[in-house]
């Protein structure tokens, strides 16, 4: 035998070995079972109130990676859940539900594709133009009731994201229009937590506009939510805002701004639309990981004026602010009741000699604000320096800033000091 067909004999059974050693593509992948949580607050379709809704639980495949049909989805258990009435909350097993299986319109299995599986989540692509994956109670299919469904156009629900804990036209919730989410999402959307506090926030009418800055110094991409409250803690339904973010300007309507922050990445919110009312609170900062910013309040009456607003993100139940009320100055103050429930804050006042002015109670609804001059609300500050102290009684903390008028016209911000 020569060395060559030596060689080619070797090399035949190395050939065969490694084609005896690849697995059996006919050998059934481990199933995955993947984390679901979304949320959506919205008045669409319910109009107001606004409805909060959550669907929750898990997705279990056959541990396809890549596109996700159907035929892949092994089971489910997906709480829908009424945040507002527990009473209409749903839940979706394998045994009493199905995957929403319009698609396109023409019968297509998870239509477009949309639905797509890593080692580590579940994600639908909305800029996948026939995209669309739902499951809904089967004795219920293609009604408006229990069902949660993502659609990029309208097929088989809405287009956007859809819950329905009992019936769409009265408890259920849609993220649709400019609301909708944008390209590839994850199903299962970061916890948020609260990051800090913007303890005012004035907007609208011929008068004020603010503008929001909030940015990720982290190495972690971060969602956030911020949430407009106004002065009795309702969120405001009609508000119109803009966002800028990577360079793209989009208009948003409605009381909360959602985004994912990249590493070192920032969101621009601006509002103030001088066709629509004055909107006068405070705004919540939600976050999945660590988030800075600030607002810039201005006044466009008389001679242009600002202030600044820092996240305040040491939350206490305490606040001390410095004040002046002479030689024709006058400060105000804002504050921001971070409680759901209402809360009674105590104002204890002390002149510059460190003697005391007395105290005063001041009521704020749950996820209230407040603002106001001091020599109106605490006439005993009036023609005197010293330090007021806020002390609120709710579980959820305090966030103000004071507001510093001089005699031209102008005014400019001063900060508290939590303790």
Request: proline share 5%; net charge negative; aromatic share 6%.
């Amino acid at each position: 035998m020569t060395l060559r067909n030596e060689v080619c004999r070797l090399a035949g059974f190395l050939m065969i070995a490694l084609a005896a050693a690849q697995p059996s593509s006919s050998v059934a992948r481990a199933n995955v079972t993947y984390t679901v949580n979304i949320n959506i607050t919205s008045s669409d379709p319910t109009g107001n109130p606004l409805q909060s809704d959550t669907v929750a639980g898990t997705i279990t495949t056959d541990g396809t990676i890549g596109t996700i049909l159907a035929h892949n989805i092994k089971s489910w258990d997906l709480r829908l859940i009424d945040l507002l009435n527990s009473a209409n909350n749903f839940e979706l097993t394998t045994a009493n539900s199905e995957v929403v299986e319009d698609g396109d319109g023409a019968g297509q299995q998870i239509g477009g594709g949309g639905l797509t599986a890593t080692a580590s989540g579940l994600f639908f692509d909305f800029s996948n133009a026939k995209a669309e994956f739902g499951l809904q109670a089967s004795d219920a299919l293609y009604s408006g009731y229990h069902y949660f469904c993502l659609s990029s156009g309208l097929y088989a629900c809405a287009a956007g994201e859809s819950i329905s804990p009992n019936d769409i036209s009265t408890d259920g919730v849609i993220a649709t229009g400019t609301a909708a989410p944008v390209g590839n999402q994850p199903l299962n959307v970061p916890t948020l937590a609260r990051a800090g506090a913007l303890a005012h926030i004035a907007a609208g009418g011929p008068q004020w506009t603010t503008t929001i800055t909030i940015f990720n110094p982290s190495t972690s991409s971060a969602a956030v939510s911020v949430v407009f409250h106004q002065d009795d803690g309702s969120i405001p339904a009609a508000m119109s805002v803009t966002t800028t973010q990577q360079g793209i300007t989009q208009a948003v309507s409605g009381g909360t701004v959602n985004a994912t922050l990249n590493p070192n990445a920032s969101l621009l919110i601006s509002a103030g639309d001088p066709s629509q009312p004055l909107v006068a609170g405070w705004a919540d900062v939600l976050s999945s990981g660590s988030v800075a910013g600030f607002a810039i309040f201005q006044s466009a009456v008389g001679t242009p004026s600002e202030g600044t607003v820092p996240l305040q993100t040491q939350l206490t139940s305490t606040l001390v602010l410095p004040y002046d009320n002479t030689n024709g100055f006058v400060m105000g103050v804002a504050l921001a009741n971070l409680s759901s429930s209402s809360a009674t804050i105590t104002a204890t006042m002390w002149d510059d000699g460190g003697n005391s002015l007395g105290s005063q109670p001041i009521a704020i609804a749950g996820s209230g604000h407040a603002s106001f001059v001091l020599t109106t609300q605490l006439p005993a500050t009036a023609g005197k320096r010293g330090i007021i102290r806020f002390e609120s009684d709710g579980t959820g903390g305090l966030s103000g800033i004071g507001l510093r008028f001089s005699p031209l016209g102008t005014f400019t911000s001063v900060p508290t000091v939590p303790q």
